[in-house]
Structures are given as structure tokens and as C-alpha cells.
């Protein structure tokens, strides 16, 4: 067993690292990746908007700015990945030779312009972004109408979007088969519209219809529009819609106007964009509960009142949510999900039991976790499982039931057991865990939702879905499961030669590294996971000593197959497994 003090050591490290990063108000707000994709999306948009809109050079620095940065992180095969430490992709390279053709610099730029070009080719040209995204629609279109505006596609390569759809109340939204995820309406109606206008639908009744629902489903489009400007308080999702607008003379629209502000609002002095505003309330649940699994007093942090802030207490216009759930930000761009919702959950429980808690404070945690166990109730899909955002969407990729989401409601439940109790509570948690049970591989392990892995040839994350999925049978003591022996089988022999974990046998990360250790420490000792746990954890403290703990890897995925990195990830993941580990070794002295 690595030495205690070591342990103690590391811990104490890793604590002092992630307060430092905490913000005067008390909460944590992180710091995502800057995006070759947002940057390029967001150049395209600001292009046009001054193309189409005096004065046509208003946004000039801006553009020649993120310019600058685009060619800066060109990788050496020609062509550009989400993030600095990404890997070149076909959508990212095609997204940013259209923005330096939109921003006029393709001349300047002509090497980086047949770099990308060749990179594309390579990769199979349209065909090859077809296949990347099979039938869904939602990031395949947007790109190919950048590049339709841009000139480098013919628009007769941008199927159309049925954006008339979006009239329909929300409530129709999952019967009428959608060819998007249901957080890409504002995408659809941009979009489809922007397709209509530069290539409008043979049969003349088809064009009637388009032409009817262009106002209505505008104004769809505008109810959707968060305060900030920002849909989803993303880059790429409202540079399509500013982009889209601008092209086809709506320049000067209040929708165009506010997406414009939330671009400038959220450019960064290097010039580029991150993949999404900030993930201010899930970096600090997540900081909540590693603490307090570390023996913190985490009532004297002084973020409840701004926690209790972020849950939803409307129906929430972009999906049309119930009240009572929590997204992954403060700002008004953010979406109720099952993931962050579950996160703010846990948090509040645990912030509940510090023994600081006041009475008057445990009754504003009941009434608020009141609210997001029933919300998260009322999620749950047929299939037993919890989707992202809206019940009973479809197939699309992400809008089914995900194992990493179910996994985190159910620990939920069981930290508010008192809450979740009853005929249908128990009805859930059994269906929750069937759904589990059933999504499980072969070889034992679960594959999330919202986290992928460069180096894994299917972009997938195994050991994060592994690792989650067994933390809820951990916590409801469901670990003797046929279910949970196999997968802590498959986590324990998937460990890598050096004591870490990293996707499919590659380079080990402190994420996964850290997301298994917390897992195989979860286990009864003494048991055949007993070295997995103890060379995973030296590993990790190691990686502390060295201060490698530091070292963020892109495993995140954000809408379809786009990647991003957080800073506080590597700090937050790691302070729960030396947590998990302590107590282990507590219980075990």
C-alpha cells in the first residue's frame, strides 16, 4: 500500500490547487479550452454580419484577430482539431477554410487553405463528413452551409431542414421525427431557412409552406433566445444561427444583433472562443462533493445561496423543460439537464450533512432537491434509462438514454432516499438498473454519453462509463450484481502497464486515471481489484508529485463529436479519488 503520509500529502495538494481557483463569491467557474471550431464559426459569422451590415468593417480586428489564431493552430497533417491538443478532424478543417474564405483571406492564407484542403480530400471530402455523422443531420448541415456560404460547396450538397416544423408546440416536437437533437432547434430554423433562400424546394407547394412558416418559426427562433445572446451559451450553435441570418438579409435582426453581442461578450484577448461560455455549476458540484468526500466542511464555502440560484423554477423556453432542474452554468444560455441536475443534487446533499449546515439552510436544500428529484423523476425514458434534456426524443445519438446519465441519477436517489421513496421510486431505480444491465458490452464495460477519447478508434470512453456506472452500484450496495463484477473486471484489466487508465490502452490521463481509482476503491477489500487500485492510486499521487496533476486532456464531447478540455477537471477528479482512497484506508486501519 503506497505510504499514508504520501497520501495525505497529495491530497492536501490537490485541495489547495482547486481552492485556489475558486472565485470570491465562493463558486468555481473553470476555464474550457479555446476551439479551432468555435473560432472558425464565429469568424464566418462576424464576416458576414459586416458584409451584409454597415459599417462592412466594424468586426475587422475581431476577424483578423481569430484569423491569426486559426493559422497559428493548423496541425501539421493539414488540418485543425477542436482544441490545441486535438486531433485534426474533417468538420473542424472544413469549418475554418470556409471562415478564412468568408473573412477574406484565403489569398494570405493559400498554404493553410490547401493544407486543409488536402486533409480534407484525404478524409474522404463529403463523403467522409456524411459518414462521420450517419443520419443525423445536426452538425453535418451546419457545416455544409458555412461552406455553401463561403462558396466552397454548392448549396445542391446541403440537404434542407424542415424548419416549419418548429411552429409546432414543443410538445410535438418528439413525434414528428426531427432530423436534429432537440438542443438544435435554433439550428434548424436558421439554417433550414438559410438552404431555403439560397435554394428553395422544386414543388411549388413545398415552397408555399417554407414561405408561410419563414415569420413564425423567426419568432421561434427569438423565444428561444436566451438573454445573453448565446443559445446554449455556445459559440458554434449561435454563429450558425447569426451566420445563417445574415446571409439572407436579416443583418440587422434582433436575433442577429443579440448573437453578435454574446460573440463579442465572449471572445478572449488571444482572439479565440471557447466551446461554450463557461460550466460554472457543474465545475462546482463536482468541487462540493470531492471536498466533502474529503472530510470538508463544505457549509463554509458560501456558494449555496448562488447554487440554489441555478436551479430552474420555470418551464424553460429552449426545451420546454419543468421547472425544478439544474444546468451546467449561471447564465441564462444554460439548459436543465440529467447530468448537472444529479451533480447539484449530490452536492446539496452533502452540503446538507456538513456540520456547519444551519436548520434554516436544510430547509431551502429540502424544498430545492424537492424540486429536482420530481423533475428528474418525470425524465425518466420507457427504456428505463434518463436522457439528456427531453423524454422520449428518439435515436439520435444525443437524445437517447445514456448509461453515464442514468448512472448519476440513480445516485441521486440514494442520496435523497427520503425523497425518492414509494412504489414508483422503487419501480424506477429497478428499471434504472435493468437499463444499465442491458446497455453493458460484452467485454463488460459501458460507454458514455458526453465523454469520448481521442485515441480510442470509435471516439469512445469506456473507463469513464465503467467507472460511473459502478459508482451507482457502489452506492446502492449493489456490487456483488453480475452486472458490477463484470465491469470491474473489465476496469481492472484494462489498466494500462504504467498504473493508469486512458482509452483503449493508450496514453494514460489523470481523468480516467483518477475516475477509475475512485471506482476500483469503491470495493470491499481484500478482492482480485486490490492491485489495480493500489498501482492506479500510486500512479495518480505520482502524478501529483510531479505536478502532472495539472494536465488536462480533451475527453469531453459537446453536441456531436465535438471535443473541449477543462482546466478544473484533472484538479476535481483526482481530489475525489485521493478522498476515496483515504476513507478506504481509513476503514481499513
Known amino acids: 500500500m503506497i505510504d499514508p503520509a504520501r497520501l495525505d500529502a497529495a491530497y492536501a495538494r490537490v485541495r489547495n490547487d482547486l481552492m485556489a481557483e475558486r472565485m470570491p463569491p465562493g463558486h468555481w467557474i473553470g476555464r474550457l479550452s479555446s476551439s479551432a471550431l468555435s473560432t472558425a464559426t464565429a469568424v464566418s459569422a462576424l464576416a458576414l454580419v459586416q458584409r451584409h451590415a454597415p459599417p462592412h468593417d466594424r468586426f475587422e480586428p475581431l476577424v483578423a484577430d481569430g484569423v491569426r489564431w486559426l493559422t497559428r493552430h493548423q496541425n501539421a497533417d493539414g488540418g485543425w482539431g477542436d482544441t490545441d491538443r486535438s486531433y485534426s478532424n474533417i468538420s473542424t478543417t472544413m469549418l475554418v477554410r470556409a471562415a478564412l474564405q468568408l473573412a477574406g483571406r484565403s489569398d494570405e492564407c493559400s498554404a493553410a487553405m490547401t493544407a486543409g484542403q488536402r486533409y480534407v480530400d484525404a478524409r474522404g471530402g463529403l463523403s467522409g463528413l456524411r459518414a462521420r455523422y450517419g443520419r443525423d443531420r445536426t452538425f453535418a448541415v451546419p457545416i455544409l452551409t458555412n461552406s455553401a456560404l463561403a462558396g466552397l460547396v454548392p448549396w445542391s450538397e446541403v440537404p434542407p431542414l424542415p424548419f416549419e416544423l418548429a411552429v409546432l408546440p414543443q410538445r410535438f416536437y418528439r413525434f414528428v421525427r426531427l432530423p436534429v437533437v432537440s438542443y438544435a432547434i435554433p439550428a434548424l430554423v436558421a439554417i433550414g431557412q438559410a438552404r431555403y433562400f439560397h435554394r428553395p424546394p422544386a414543388w411549388p407547394w413545398m415552397r408555399w409552406l417554407r414561405r408561410a412558416a419563414v415569420a413564425p418559426s423567426l419568432g421561434v427562433l427569438q423565444t428561444m433566445q436566451p438573454a445573453s445572446g448565446g443559445y446554449l451559451e455556445a459559440a458554434p450553435l449561435t454563429s450558425f444561427v447569426v451566420m445563417s441570418l445574415a446571409a439572407t438579409g436579416r443583418a440587422e435582426h434582433a436575433v442577429t444583433h443579440q448573437g453578435v453581442r454574446f460573440l463579442l461578450d465572449s471572445v478572449r484577448p488571444d482572439g479565440s472562443w471557447p466551446i461554450d461560455t463557461n460550466l460554472a455549476a457543474w465545475t462546482t458540484t463536482l468541487a462540493i462533493s470531492a471536498l466533502s468526500g474529503g472530510g470538508e466542511d463544505v457549509a463554509t464555502l458560501g456558494c449555496l445561496d448562488w447554487l440554489l440560484a441555478c436551479q430552474h423554477r420555470q418551464v424553460h423556453a429552449f426545451t420546454g423543460a419543468a ?225 502532472r496533476h495539472q494536465d488536462a486532456s480533451p475527453i469531453g464531447f459537446y453536441f456531436a463529436k465535438l471535443w473541449y478540455y477543462e482546466k478544473l477537471y484533472p484538479l476535481l477528479f483526482t481530489l475525489n479519488a485521493l478522498a476515496t482512497a483515504r476513507r478506504a484506508g481509513g476503514a481499513d486501519a
Open 323 to 547: 421547472p425544478g432542474g439544474w444546468g451546467w452554468s449561471d447564465l441564462s444560455g444554460a439548459v436543465p439537464d440529467a447530468d448537472d441536475t444529479p451533480g447539484a443534487l449530490l452536492a446539496l446533499a452533502a452540503w446538507r450533512a456538513a456540520a456547519s449546515c444551519s436548520a434554516e439552510d436544510r430547509v431551502r436544500i429540502d424544498q430545492a432537491a424537492a424540486m429536482g428529484v420530481r423533475w428528474l423523476w418525470d425524465l425518466q425514458n420507457r427504456d428505463g434509462g434518463w436522457p439528456t434534456f427531453c423524454r422520449g426524443w428518439g435515436k439520435l445519438p444525443f437524445d437517447r438514454s445514456g448509461a453515464d446519465l442514468t448512472a448519476h441519477a440513480l445516485r441521486a436517489f440514494r442520496a435523497w432516499e427520503r425523497l425518492a421513496s414509494g412504489s414508483r421510486a422503487e419501480a424506477a431505480i429497478r428499471a434504472g438498473f435493468r437499463y444499465l444491465a442491458r446497455q453493458q458490452r460484452p467485454d463488460g464495460s459501458w460507454v458514455p454519453l458526453w465523454f469520448g477519447n481521442q485515441d480510442d478508434p470509435r471516439e469512445e470512453n469506456p473507463v469513464y462509463g465503467t467507472a460511473k456506472v459502478l459508482l451507482a452500484y457502489r452506492d446502492w450496495q449493489r456490487l456483488d450484481a453480475a452486472a458490477a463484477e463484470r465491469g470491474m473486471a473489465w476496469l481492472c484489466q484494462s489498466q494500462n502497464a504504467d498504473g493508469g487508465w486512458g482509452g483503449n490502452g493508450h496514453r494514460s490521463s489523470v481523468e480516467e486515471t483518477a475516475l477509475a481509482v475512485e471506482a476500483v476503491h469503491g470495493l470491499p477489500r481484500p478482492g482480485p481489484h486490490h492491485r489495480a487500485a493500489e498501482e492506479g492510486l500510486r500512479w495518480l499521487v505520482e502524478s501529483v508529485e510531479t505536478n
